[in-house]
């Protein structure tokens, strides 16, 4: 396999005006004649779909929610980046592509991330267009925050439901397009396989989820914004739906599956309480803002926090990190909780969390700022724990949030299969290793609005696509498949349910590929998910019916593809012999536990390539070379 | 550690949309205190996969309240007993030891019933493409500063853009109006500089729109606002009735 990135040439700063200059347009009266799948409806799927509307095509888009409002995305809370300088504190496009560069530990395209970087403003204008109610200040202008990894203040919010204003905007956006005839839209429908035509994409098989029926589309492109992998885990702070179904599909059908191993732990998140838990909820990074991350300076403090004088407190972010303090990268942060709870200093009844303390804040702001500021998230930790956060500090956890993989993308967002378009956290592409807080929403947005309406035109203006109706016999045959599989499961009839299948893929892959992963567990925990796969097909117990509203079935359907896919990860951190970012290996690691990457053996992307059913996957590598920034050692001291 | 729960649960069941549905009666054990309504629901369901009887249809997704995914009449308030809370937010603490548990789907004409909990809300979906946006291209938008808004005005319009769309207004009311839902949204656009051009448009589309999906009309008895989960106000049906009949007699915008 052939990994051509078609990174444009010239300056970094003037590579996508020469990209969009040399790209063949689609003339206005021509988009009609031209079909687009559009999967998924977060923020990059919507935003995505409204834009090519609104150019002129076609397009069907797909999620398997009721709505596509519900989308996670609507859950980002915190905020979305941008270089608008408009607090005057220095900061600039380049500023914001370097901080991605070095976030991610430089394992990211600087093509990619410096494009990221200057649509970054015009996201903003655009949703405020939309009417998106962003935080301001009481002159009437937008107001920022700041995030970890970052000196200057350039996050965008709004109060701590940011990704759902977002979403709305984009959503609406898309509404609009539905209105006008340009977007037809299909709820409750889970893409189960793309349709291949000559080599390039043509069109997905997907299941009705009310009805089972089976349904096939046929388009001139496919744009796949299914989201992250995270689910895997099972306990996670994404929504219960969030699966890598259609990703995985994608890779079996010639799509590179790239940098798995980038999973990213999100250091505050509320701390798991028992084995009934279905997911773990998320708290907003920029918590950090005003919350200090705090243990006992004594292992095994039984005292309550608010017994615990500051001078037995350990204030360790703080202390290791007097730049940043507790506004390091997430990564760092999550890691840093991890080695202080392993070490014995860990809170609370399963001693696996550390405090997150308002009380100077408080102090210093008063009560009414702080709830101005965080007062949903408050309620939301009150709700689910049955503490009060203004009274005593919170306490958090990492968990699993993001993942910075993804099918491999060139710089037009094009997988290595022609016609198949990957976008926002299903595409691998622009936060390397480790993104930072506030950098997802931006970059969804940024692919959706800003990259792929040019990309895909270029597609549709240069390639020669035959014309291809679901008679096709392609279009029959991949359903056929797709219908096997589903029949395949529900025959199997055993004893155990999926859901507990999921739970113990789920503590494998924590305890072998989290947040530290060691060569002997790692192999380990590839042994251990190829038998629990081979159980999970003699063993799975799936009532009902196929062609009926059967949500054990589609959750059964998710959980065999993480099933094959949690090996692929795992296979992937043990071929990255270094550390870096979200992946961290213990054998790589500096004296102060930090990441130590290997620049010479590992400074490029890792992409699978699927070699059929129980063969070896190939791995390809595409070499990142840093011509604007160099590589450094990443440090926040 | 708080006493773990035996819960006697009535579960409303019906195959699909046009079946005859019924109440079907289930006992759950050991449920703990810090469990949440739906991981309740969780471990019912694996017991009934266990017994090879079907589990319980119900929609969900988040789990963080954000969403407007979940949504059940639970002893007969829409979320349950707990204010401003939606289902997946709901913990058994709030349950006592030995308690009954009536669990309904939402009941409206325009939100028909798919499977057991499970509702359409296509009908929701429809009404915002009427015209609860702003109709701009990408490519368009001037700087994000061009137009100042005061916090005053900017704060409200985000207190209503905050609306779930999970329609447990319309479940709580017994007209089963949707009111509280389309004034959130047009109150959203007519408080911001950015929705004046479809101001009269907007409110009379998206009213007529819901007129044409089948829900009640409101006679303010507040049952929505008591039930929302973010507290959605009900000056926002005040407001798009001011702004109905600003629309109608004050524009020259055909409804």
């Known amino acids: 396999m052939k990994l051509d990135a078609r990174i444009p040439s010239g300056p970094l700063d003037a590579k996508w005006d020469h990209c969009k200059n040399e790209m063949k347009l689609v003339s206005p009266t021509n988009k009609r004649k031209f079909d687009i799948i559009v999967v998924g409806t977060g923020l990059a799927g919507a935003s995505a779909a409204a834009s090519l509307a609104e150019l002129g095509y076609n397009v069907k888009a797909f999620c398997f929610q009721d709505s596509p409002r519900r989308a996670h995305s609507i859950a980002a809370q915190g905020g979305i980046n941008a270089a608008k300088n408009y607090q005057n504190d220095g900061d600039s496009v380049y500023r914001l592509f370097y901080e991605t560069v070095k976030g991610g530990d430089f394992r990211s395209r600087e093509a990619n991330v410096y494009r990221l970087a200057s649509v970054s403003g015009n996201i903003i204008d655009q949703c405020v267009a939309q009417g998106v109610p962003f935080a301001r200040e009481y002159g009437g202008t937008l107001a920022n925050r700041t995030f970890g990894g970052v000196q200057v203040s350039r996050t965008f919010y709004a109060r701590g439901q940011t990704g759902q204003q977002l979403l709305l905007g984009a959503y609406g956006s898309m509404n609009r397009q539905i209105q006008l005839g340009r977007v037809k839209m299909f709820p409750r429908r889970e893409m189960l396989d793309l349709v291949m035509v000559d080599g390039v994409a043509r069109g997905i098989v997907v299941r009705n989820l009310v009805t089972g029926e089976y349904e096939t589309h046929a388009a001139h492109a496919v744009l796949l914004c299914t989201g992250g992998y995270g689910n895997a885990y099972y306990l996670a702070t994404y929504a219960k739906g969030s699966n890598v179904t259609a990703a995985w599909r994608c890779y079996k059908r010639g799509a590179a599956f790239a940098n798995l191993c980038y999973t990213q732990i999100h250091p505050t998140c509320i701390p798991v309480t028992g084995d009934h838990q279905s997911k773990l909820t998320l708290m907003s990074e920029s918590l950090r803002n005003d919350g200090r991350v705090w243990v006992p300076k004594n292992p095994g403090d039984l005292r309550s926090p608010n017994e615990v004088p500051d001078t037995d407190r350990d204030y360790y972010l703080e202390r290791r990190y007097p730049s940043y303090g507790n506004m390091v990268p997430r990564d760092v942060a999550s890691r840093a909780a991890k080695e202080r709870c392993d070490s014995g200093y860990g809170v609370g009844s399963s001693a696996k969390a550390v405090y997150l303390d308002f009380s100077d804040a408080i102090k210093r702001d008063g009560v009414a700022s702080i709830k101005a500021k965080y007062g949903n998230l408050f309620d939301m930790y009150a709700k689910i724990t049955d503490e009060d956060p203004y009274a005593s500090p919170m306490r958090i956890y990492p968990a699993i949030h993001y993942t910075m993989g993804g099918l491999w993308v060139d710089y037009n967002l094009e997988s290595t299969i022609p016609g198949l378009f990957v976008l926002g956290e299903a595409n691998f592409s622009d936060h390397g290793a480790n993104r930072l807080g506030a950098s997802a929403l931006m970059q969804g947005l940024a692919d959706g609005y800003f990259v792929a309406p040019y990309t895909v035109g270029h597609h549709l203006a240069s390639r020669k696509l035959a014309k291809v109706g679901t008679d096709h016999p392609a279009f029959k045959e991949t359903m056929y498949n797709a219908k096997d599989r589903v029949e395949k499961i529900l025959k199997v009839n055993g004893k155990r349910t999926s859901d507990s299948f999921h739970r113990e893929l789920g503590i494998t892959l924590w305890d072998y590929v989290g947040m530290a992963r060691n060569e002997a567990g790692l192999k380990k925990a590839m042994e251990k998910i190829r038998t629990l796969r081979d159980e999970f097909w003699q063993n799975v117990k799936v009532l009902g019916t196929g062609d009926s509203f059967n949500q054990n079935l589609e959750h059964a359907g998710r959980v065999a593809d993480f099933l094959e896919f949690g090996e692929l990860l795992a296979r992937d951190a043990l071929t990255r012999n270094e550390s870096c970012g979200g992946h961290f290996r213990e054998e790589y690691q500096t004296p102060d536990n930090d990441t130590l990457r290997d620049d010479t053996n590992f400074q490029h992307v890792a992409a699978w390539e699927y070699t059929g059913e129980g063969k070896e996957p190939i791995r390809n590598v595409e070499p990142l070379t840093f011509d604007e920034v160099k590589p450094i050692q990443r440090s926040y001291v | ?255």
């Open chain 2, 1 to 255: 550690m708080t006493a773990k729960l035996n819960l006697t649960l009535k579960v409303w069941r019906q195959v699909h949309a046009k079946a005859k549905g019924e109440f079907k009666t289930y006992k759950v054990h050991d449920i703990s205190p810090d469990m949440s309504f739906l991981e309740m629901l969780d471990e019912l369901n694996n017991e009934l996969i266990r017994k090879g009887e079907e589990p319980v249809a119900f929609d969900h997704d988040c789990r963080e309240g954000i969403c407007g995914t979940c949504g059940m009449m639970i002893n007969g308030q829409a979320h349950g007993p707990e204010r401003l809370t939606t289902t997946c937010q709901l913990h058994m603490r709030k349950f006592k030891n030995g308690d009954t548990i009536v669990i309904e789907p939402w009941r409206a004409r325009a939100f028909p019933v798919l499977r057991d909990l499970v509702v359409d809300r296509g009908s929701f979906d429809r009404i915002q493409q009427a015209g609860g946006y702003t109709s701009i291209n990408v490519g368009n938008a001037p700087d994000g500063n061009s137009v100042p808004i005061p916090k005053t005005q900017a704060d409200p319009a985000f207190a209503s853009a905050t609306c779930l769309g999970c329609g447990a207004c319309v479940a709580a009311c017994k007209n089963a109006s949707a009111m509280l839902f389309v004034g959130a949204k047009v109150s959203q656009f007519a408080l911001l500089p950015q929705g004046q051009p479809e101001r009269a448009q907007r409110a009379l589309s998206m009213v007529a729109q819901m007129d044409e999906e089948a829900f009640g009309n409101c006679t303010n008895t507040y049952e929505c606002e008591a039930a929302c989960p973010v507290g959605i106000s009900v000056d926002n049906i005040a407001r798009l009735n001011r702004e109905y009949i600003r629309a109608s007699v004050c524009s020259n915008v055909m409804p």
